[in-house]
Structures are given as C-alpha cells and as structure tokens.
C-alpha cells in the first residue's frame, strides 16, 4: 500500500475537464472526509454523496459520473450487489471498491474485480489516525485521477466502439495502438537460460496475474516465480490462495528464510518488502520492513534488485499494469546485469504507468498484449529467446 510523502503536482483543469465523482458510503464521516479531500483536488469533484448502494442505482443518471468510490457494506444494498447494477447502466463506469482489511471485505473486493470493478483501496481502521488516514487520502486521489481521466479519454471516442471492461486484452478506445512503442523500446533478450520468473503488478494486477498464472504452467514446473502486487495485508493472503486454484501450482506469501524452489509461486505479504537473498547453495526469501520505496510497500524494485545477487543474468522479468514507475529501476539492473524484462502493452493495461514507464526507459524485450504474454514466456524458456 502506498505512502505518500509529498503531493503530486497537477494540471489545472475547466469545469468541464474535472473527473466526476460519486461517493457511496453508509458512514457521514467517510462521506464527508472523501468529498473534502476530492474537493481540494483541481481536477475532479464530487457530483453526488450517497448513503446507499439502491441510492447510487436510483440516481446514477442523474448524476453521470465518471468513477464510484463503492463501500461493500451498506444498507438496504450493499456495494457488491450495487456493482453490477451501476455497470449494467453504465458499462464504462469506473468502480473503486472502499472496504476494511478484514478476510470477508478481502475476498469481496477481489470477487468485485472479477465482476469488473477497476480498483479497490483499503479504509483506515480509524481515520483518527493521522498516518493511516493520509496513506488513503494520496492512495484514493491518485486512483481516481489516473482511472477517471483514462474513462473521460475513452467516452469521447464511444461512437467508435464500446466501452470493454478492465483487463481485456483488445485495445481501448481513445487510446493509441501498442505497436508504436514497441519498435522504440526493443532490444535482444539476454543470452543465458533464465532460471527465475519475476512480476510485478498494481492496479488492474490482480485479474492480470490471474491470466497470466493460468497459461504459464510449464514455466512454473521449471523455475520458481516469485510475484509483488502492490496490495496490502490479508489482501495478499486471499490473492494468494486465488494464485494457487488458477495455476494449479502452489503458491504461498512468501515467508522470511524459506528456500525457493521450482514449481513454486511466492506472493510479497502485503506491508513487506519481498527480497531474495543467497544462503549457502539456497536461494531465500528475505522479508524486509524498511521504508516504502517508491511509496509502496511491498514494491518491486526491492525484488528485482536482490535477484541480481542470486541470479546475475539468468532472470526473466514481467511488469503489468499498474500506476507509478515501480520496476523500471530494478528492471534496468536487471537487463545491465543480462538479464530480460517483458512489458505489458498500454491498450491492454487497466493503467500504463509502470510497464510505460519501462518502455520508455529503453529496457524491454518484448511489450506486448496481457494474452500474449504467457505464450512468450513459455517459448522463451523452452530455449527460444527470438
């Protein structure tokens, strides 16, 4: 989960440019502490402030917004029953699902992605706590920002085609084609035999992941794969437990001093940094409670970096959809070190911000469409590196 240590400049915007917001809460103080901080933001605003989900049903053409901030439990119809309802009346809808870190909201918020949610952020325990209740003010503002213009970019272009759901892998309106990239960022994968997978993944990570771990079982049965998704506590315990029932493979939190081994999938815990470290002829998980870095925690960076010690050149990496530029850093140790980074292309990206941010920086093999992937990954570690 992200800690935010500065602000974030922003451009200034019309009436007409701001994202439009829609705040779905049974608690006034929720309500009213979301709709302040939307409030001070120079690019969005706050349409309408609800006490139900039947609420958000009844009066979502009204109000016409961009992005829903959808509490789970609520009165008289709670957020995951609201959900498809909001989107059977605006298929573009963007849905950021609000719930407390218990195991039940974990597992809600996850189902709600799948039923096509675009996001979901943690609530505080408390708001009373000062630390806490700002990690979710800069999490929840930075999430409709990135979401809400990408959803205003594509209406314009409606007339094209349809609005698709988050996570389909066929481009997006409103949104230039993957091929133009993709000749700027090529370069040769590294010449040795990799013997570790690594991903990294935030928003729109969790149905990434779930795709890709599907199609991906003959890599799995030969190295070890070992994942960080920005997501915190229990929440990383549940999408693990999902990993596991898709891949057919196990897959587990990593725990600190556990030998990694093939045939295994190793999730950061929510709230640690995930390393790897040499002990004797093992290669180890190292947990570490630092800082966040790049105002997360877990992050990727951390992961690929501490790699290199075990692996040096013998490393595939993977960077999917998700805000921010975590993994580019670590991506290009990584490729100085001979090894390969893959990127996600940005049509089928819920957000292109950190596998853009690796195109850009010059440093991938491929970048390609989520269902292409897996494919690629299974040539390139049966020998083919093409």
Same mark, same amino acid.
């Given at each position: 989960m992200s800690v935010a240590l500065t602000s974030t400049a922003?451009?200034?915007?019309t009436r007409s440019d701001k994202v439009r917001v829609m705040v779905v809460d049974d608690s006034v103080v929720i309500r009213g502490m979301i709709s302040r901080w939307i409030g001070a933001e120079p690019d969005m605003e706050v349409v309408a402030s609800l006490r139900t989900g039947l609420d958000a049903v009844n009066q979502l053409e009204r109000f016409n917004p961009d992005v829903a901030v959808l509490d789970i439990e609520m009165p008289d119809l709670d957020g995951i029953s609201a959900l498809p309802q909001l989107l059977a009346k605006k298929r573009d809808l963007v849905i950021i699902m609000a719930s407390t870190l218990t195991r039940r909201n974990a597992e809600i918020s996850l189902k709600a992605l799948s039923l096509g949610a675009s996001d979901y952020i943690p609530k505080p325990e408390s708001t009373r706590e000062a630390t806490a209740a700002e990690t979710f003010r800069h999490d929840l503002i930075q999430k409709i920002r990135h979401l809400g213009a990408k959803a205003r970019r594509s209406t314009v272009h409606t007339a094209v085609s349809p609005p698709l759901a988050p996570g389909h892998d066929k481009p997006r309106p409103g949104l230039p084609p993957a091929a133009a990239p993709v000749q700027v960022a090529r370069r040769s994968f590294g010449l040795l035999q990799?013997?570790?997978?690594? /991903?990294?993944?935030?928003? #729109?990570?969790?149905? &990434?992941?779930?795709?890709?771990?599907a199609e991906i079982g003959p890599v799995i049965d030969r190295v070890p794969v070992l994942i960080t998704?920005?997501?915190?506590?229990?929440?990383?315990?549940?999408?693990?437990?999902?990993?596991?029932?898709?891949?057919k493979r196990p897959a587990h939190e990593g725990i600190d001093g556990e030998s990694i081994k093939p045939g295994r999938i190793y999730l950061a815990p929510g709230g640690r940094h995930m390393r790897i470290a040499r002990?004797?002829?093992d290669a180890t998980i190292a947990l570490d409670d630092g800082p966040p870095v790049n105002f997360c925690k877990p992050a990727v960076d951390p992961m690929f970096t501490s790699a290199i010690d075990v692996w040096q050149g013998s490393i595939m990496s993977v960077i999917l959809t998700g805000m921010g530029?975590?993994?580019?850093?670590?991506?290009?140790? /990584?490729?100085?070190?001979? #090894?390969?980074?893959? &990127?996600?292309?940005e049509a089928s990206s819920v957000v292109w911000g950190m596998p853009g941010a690796a195109v850009n920086a010059g440093i991938c093999a491929a970048?390609?469409?989520?269902?292409?992937i897996a494919s690629k990954l299974v040539r390139v570690f049966a020998g083919d590196r093409s």
């Open positions: 922003v451009p200034t915007s990799p013997k570790v997978l690594l /991903i990294g993944s935030s928003t #729109g990570g969790p149905q &990434a992941l779930m795709t890709l771990v998704q920005h997501m915190p506590p229990t929440f990383t315990t549940i999408l693990a437990e999902h990993l596991a029932r898709t891949s002990h004797g002829i530029s975590d993994g580019m850093r670590g991506g290009k140790d /990584i490729v100085a070190a001979g #090894g390969s980074v893959i &990127a996600q292309d970048v390609l469409p989520l269902n292409q």
